[in-house]
């Protein structure tokens, strides 16, 4: 019926997707957890292939925040656009903050 099986469905987030579009988007999910185990934190982090992508960003705050001596409950978080159209493009991470993918604008 090309549909996500209740089991998976039930063990991951809420998705539309058919289970193509789904097993596409999992083994992208699935390579950058592996890179990211085994090469570090990548350069480009693609936000969609998070579980839970508000713990990785309040992660990144709190880092900042710890290195810069900063209170935690002071601090807040922006976003800039760059001109970065591929994630080749970049060359390295920031020290503070990431460079993120997967982000679609609506409306």
Not at 1 to 28: E, Y
Not at 62 to 72: I, N
Request: proline share 7%; net charge positive.
């Amino acid at each position: 019926n090309g549909k996500l099986p209740t089991m998976w469905a039930r063990l991951n987030p809420a998705t539309d997707k058919s289970l193509s579009s789904w097993m596409l988007w999992f083994q992208k999910r699935y390579k950058q957890y592996k890179d990211w185990v085994e090469h570090g934190e990548p350069k480009v982090m693609w936000l969609p292939g998070l579980h839970i992508p508000e713990t990785y960003i309040a992660a990144l705050v709190q880092a900042a925040c710890r290195d810069k001596g900063w209170p935690l409950d002071k601090s807040t978080l922006y976003t800039k656009v760059t001109k970065f159209t591929e994630s080749n493009q970049v060359s390295e991470k920031p020290k503070y903050g990431c460079f993120v993918s997967g982000l679609h604008l609506e409306g």
